[in-house]
């Protein structure tokens, strides 16, 4: 295994998941809040499997593989969700969704 790569990986995996955390606290913040809410649901959802993906790589656990296909599977949802809002936050989140999808399918190859 390239330890580099995994580097990598984690690294855009906690980015990821602070940048979820961060769109969903400032769509709490919008003014019509109610029209967020799957918005946010998503961006937690996303943020703790990103932590968890995180964690798992960097103990190289046995079930890695199949929680960065989870994983790449939780940003491709909260990525499609975010990128049809036009918040700057949301447009950011979808693109560290995105990123984070990527690098998930590399290490689950």
Do not use: G, W
Not at 39 to 53: V, W
Not at 84 to 102: D, S
């Amino acid at each position: 295994m390239n330890t580099r790569h995994l580097s990598d990986c984690v690294q855009t995996c906690m980015s990821c998941s602070l940048t979820c955390t961060a769109c969903a606290a400032a769509c709490l913040k919008e003014e019509h809040v109610e029209m967020m809410r799957e918005c946010i649901q998503r961006c937690l959802d996303c943020a703790d499997i990103c932590q968890l993906c995180a964690r798992m790589e960097q103990k190289q656990s046995p079930f890695m593989q199949e929680i960065c296909e989870l994983c790449a599977k939780a940003c491709d949802y909260c990525a499609e969700e975010c990128s049809q809002h036009q918040h700057e936050h949301c447009q950011q989140c979808a693109e560290a969704c995105r990123r984070c999808a990527e690098e998930c399918r590399k290490m689950a190859a």
